[in-house]
């Protein structure tokens, strides 16, 4: 099978008569938005095929609804569709042979970022006001940036992941993508835990620019171009530069380890039994997910405690400014070859986040040749809504467009 582009985001448009909103709350601050609803989330009554037909055709129609999505319809969002997702979301381009790759609205020759890219595409093509996601690796951060969305991948652990298809549960985060940050806060607002909003940081006290990623990436730049608007607007207070060394720390190597243990204990028994087809890079990958060994792990665990270590020693109540992604979306006729190399790269960049369970915004800041891509603010565990509250900040500074 070869890959394909589709028109339409969606596998299921909703029938208003199938879903009925639960009974709703006080709370209506997303009343009338359009809700996409990434096809790894349940929904009482309708299939999950989690981006491969053997899983639709392997599972029961769901009796129950994810926490995430009651939440939301509670809060007044309205239903539009389940989307098209990378398979078993094991993918960060966007692409999927069975049901297509949803056409990038913004650059229709380049893929539009995974897994969660039917949802991406959705509010990117004006068709949805929210795209609910998930994020491991990149899933929310990536296809936020290609399609010129806002994104959040929450700190790990804060959302309920209840009655959705896991891919590796110790990274796997709900999360979501929206036009506009205003949005992006009001679902933050019906999301994230109560004592998270009570709790959080207010404000950080130094921003830390991670000025050797910067300078590596295609749209360096327009990202220092960036940055030095908010500096002339006095918005980057107490500023400092922070190395951080991904080779060096084996970030995306030890994040892919422990991802890809957890992926074979998870899925291995459905793939034995059932043999799916999968798209060859993902072929790969579960068979490589099955080759690592317990002492791979152990070293694995302890390098990401060191990481985590590390990194949380550094931030404290400071921010992170970094590249989203090495650049532009590659092209959809882009080989097997490049886009694997396209990965590594990709993964040294959302590893940092992936591995230490921190919360990290993505702003759509910039373009380059015409294509969206962005920047990223990562701060402490729990410090989502100061990420938020930053971000609001400096936008009022203004971009450089």
């Known amino acids: 099978m070869k890959h394909f582009i589709v028109k339409s985001p969606f596998l299921i448009v909703n029938d208003q008569d199938r879903i009925k909103p639960p009974l709703s709350t006080q709370d209506q601050s997303l009343g009338g938005l359009r809700l996409a609803v990434k096809d790894l989330f349940h929904i009482a009554g309708l299939p999950t095929s989690a981006g491969n037909p053997t899983w639709l055709a392997s599972h029961d129609i769901p009796t129950q609804t994810s926490s995430s999505v009651t939440a939301l319809l509670a809060a007044g969002a309205e239903f539009c569709g389940k989307t098209i997702t990378d398979e078993l979301a094991y993918s960060l381009n966007g692409q999927n042979i069975h049901y297509g790759t949803p056409e990038n609205p913004i650059t229709s020759d380049r893929l539009p970022g995974g897994s969660s890219s039917g949802s991406a595409v959705a509010v990117a093509s004006g068709l949805a006001d929210i795209g609910l996601g998930t994020d491991t690796g990149g899933s929310i951060r990536v296809p936020s940036s290609y399609n010129g969305l806002f994104g959040l991948r929450p700190t790990h652990g804060v959302i309920d992941s209840d009655n959705m298809v896991a891919l590796a549960p110790s990274f796997d985060t709900v ?22 909003s009570e709790n959080t940081l207010s404000s950080f006290k130094q921003v830390l620019i ?35 060394d991904t080779q060096a720390w084996k970030a995306s190597e030890t994040f892919r380890t422990l991802q890809g243990a957890e992926i074979w204990h998870e899925h291995s028994k459905w793939i034995e039994e059932e043999k799916p087809e999968f798209a060859p890079d993902i072929q790969l990958r579960f068979e490589w997910c099955a080759t690592i060994s317990a002492d791979e792990i152990t070293e694995a665990k302890q390098q990401r405690k060191k990481f985590t270590d590390w990194i949380q020693g550094e931030l404290k109540d400071s921010v992170l400014v970094i590249p989203t992604t090495p650049g532009l979306s590659p092209l959809f006729t882009a080989s097997a070859d490049d886009l694997a190399t396209y ?59």
Do not use: Y
């Not at 991670?210 to 171009?225: F, I, P, R, T, Y």
């Open 175 to 196: 999360g979501w993508m929206t036009k506009d940050l205003e949005t992006l806060e009001n679902v933050a607002k019906v999301l994230l835990n109560k004592e998270l």
């Open 210 to 244: 991670c000025d050797n990623l910067v300078e590596q990436v295609a749209h360096s730049h327009e990202l220092q171009k960036q940055l030095d608007v908010w500096r002339h607007k006095g918005f980057l207070t107490n500023e400092a530069s922070l190395i951080i």
């Open 343 to 401: 990965r590594n790269q990709l993964m040294d960049m959302t590893a940092i986040a992936g591995l230490t369970g921190l919360p990290q915004l993505h702003l759509p800041v910039c373009e380059l040749d015409g294509a969206p891509c962005g920047l990223s603010l990562i701060g402490s565990k729990g410090s989502d809504l100061a990420l938020i509250a930053f971000a609001k900040t400096l936008l009022g500074a203004g971009t450089n467009e």
